[in-house]
C-alpha cells in the first residue's frame, strides 16, 4: 500500500514537471514575486490569484495624477524606429526597425493589401542597465522586418516580427534573456503589432494593426480566441502583462486639428494608457497621458512599461526614434497615487 502510494506521488510529480516543461521554458511555472507587492524591473512578473499592486494602483490613475519626469537616459548607437522595451534583471532589450526602402500606398488594394511591402531591417537591441549597447540581434524573414511591441515574461522576451503593412503576416520570436538564444515559435497570418504573455494560462495574446483586433494562442500557435478591441481611444503601442490576467498597454492617436491650424495635415498627438482583461476582453481602465519628449512627441507614442511599488508608479518609454530631436532617450515618469477610499 505505502509502495503504491509513493508510486502515484511520483506519478503526480513527474506529470507536474512535464506540464512546467510543455511550455517551452516560460516563466509560467516559475513566476517572480518581485512585482506583486514591492519594486521591480518594468516588464516582469508576479504569481498569479490576485492583482499585483501595478494593477490596483493603475486602476486609481486618472487626469489629474500629477507624472514627474525623474530621469532621462540617451542611447549612443543607431536606434532606427524605436518600438517596444522590455526590462530583465541583467539587460535592457528594445526593439525597431530599420526602414530600408519604405512602403507605398497603392491608389486600390492589390491582392488584399494596401501597400507594397518595403524593405527593412528588424533589431532586437540589448543593454546593460546603463544603455551601453551589448548585442544587436536580427530578427525577421522577407517581408516579415518590423518588430513591434514586446514583452518579458521572467524567462523570455516575446517579439512579434510583421510585415509593414495591416492584413498581412507575422513571425512570433521567443529569446531567452539570459543567454539570448532566438527560437523562432510560430507565424501567424495578419499584422500582429503586440504580445504579451498572459502566465495564468500560459498562453500568448498580441494585438493586431492599431490594434483594432486581439487573438490568444497556444504555444504551438494554435489560435484559441480572437475579438474586436471595443474602445476607440487610442491605438497600443507597446503592452506588458499585469497579475492577474491583464494586459497594460500604452499608445497614441492622431487626431486632426482645426481648419486654421492645418486640419488633418497638422495631426494632433493623444497619447493614453489602458489596461485590459484577458478573461473578459474587457477595457476596464484608460487615461490620457500628455507628457512630451525632447522631439515634441508625446511620450507613450511607442516603448512603454510600468512597475508599481506599493502606491508609487514608474513609467519607463522611448518615444523619439534615433533621427529625431536627441535621439533615442529612455524617459522616466513617477507619479504617487492616491490612496483608495
Not at 226 to 236: E, K, V
Request: hydrophobic share 35%; with cysteine.
Amino acid at each position: 500500500m505505502i509502495a503504491t502510494r509513493t508510486r502515484g506521488i511520483l506519478t503526480a510529480a513527474a506529470a507536474i514537471v512535464l506540464a512546467a516543461s510543455a511550455i517551452g521554458g516560460t516563466a509560467v511555472a516559475q513566476a517572480a514575486d518581485d512585482d506583486h507587492r514591492g519594486g521591480s524591473d518594468p516588464g516582469s512578473h508576479a504569481q498569479d490569484g490576485r492583482d499585483s499592486a501595478l494593477a490596483d494602483a493603475f486602476n486609481r490613475v486618472d487626469r489629474g495624477t500629477a507624472w514627474q519626469q525623474t530621469s532621462k537616459l540617451k542611447l549612443n548607437f543607431p536606434t532606427y524606429h524605436t518600438e517596444g522595451i522590455a526590462f530583465s534583471g541583467d539587460h535592457i532589450f528594445l526593439s525597431a526597425v530599420q526602414i530600408t526602402e519604405p512602403t507605398t500606398k497603392f491608389a486600390t488594394p492589390q491582392n488584399g493589401f494596401d501597400r507594397t511591402p518595403g524593405k527593412g531591417i528588424g533589431h532586437l537591441f540589448v543593454m546593460d542597465k546603463a544603455g551601453n549597447l551589448q548585442k544587436d540581434i536580427t530578427l525577421g524573414e522577407g517581408d516579415m522586418y518590423h518588430p513591434g511591441g514586446i514583452d518579458f515574461d521572467g524567462t523570455n522576451v516575446w517579439v512579434p516580427v510583421a510585415q509593414y503593412r495591416p492584413d498581412s503576416s507575422a513571425i512570433i520570436y521567443r529569446v531567452d534573456a539570459k543567454t539570448l538564444d532566438v527560437h523562432k515559435q510560430f507565424e501567424v497570418k495578419d499584422h500582429f503589432g503586440g504580445i504579451v504573455m498572459d502566465k495564468q494560462t500560459g498562453h500568448l495574446v498580441g494585438n493586431t494593426w492599431g490594434s483594432r483586433r486581439f487573438a490568444e494562442w497556444d504555444l504551438q500557435g494554435k489560435q484559441l480566441a480572437t475579438w474586436q478591441n471595443p474602445n476607440y481611444f487610442i491605438d497600443y503601442q507597446d503592452c506588458q502583462y499585469v497579475p492577474s490576467s491583464k494586459m497594460l498597454c500604452g499608445g497614441i492617436t492622431n487626431l486632426p486639428q482645426t481648419p486654421a491650424a492645418g486640419g488633418t495635415a497638422g495631426t494632433y498627438e493623444l497619447g493614453g494608457m489602458a489596461m485590459i482583461d484577458l478573461k473578459s476582453h474587457a477595457v476596464t481602465r484608460d487615461v490620457p497621458f500628455q507628457q512630451w519628449s525632447t522631439a515634441g512627441h508625446v511620450a507613450t507614442r511607442n516603448p512603454f512599461k510600468m512597475t508599481a511599488d506599493g502606491d508609487h508608479l514608474t513609467l519607463k518609454v522611448a518615444p523619439d526614434n534615433g533621427d529625431e530631436g536627441n535621439g533615442t532617450e529612455i524617459l522616466t515618469y513617477e507619479a504617487t497615487i492616491k490612496a483608495a477610499n
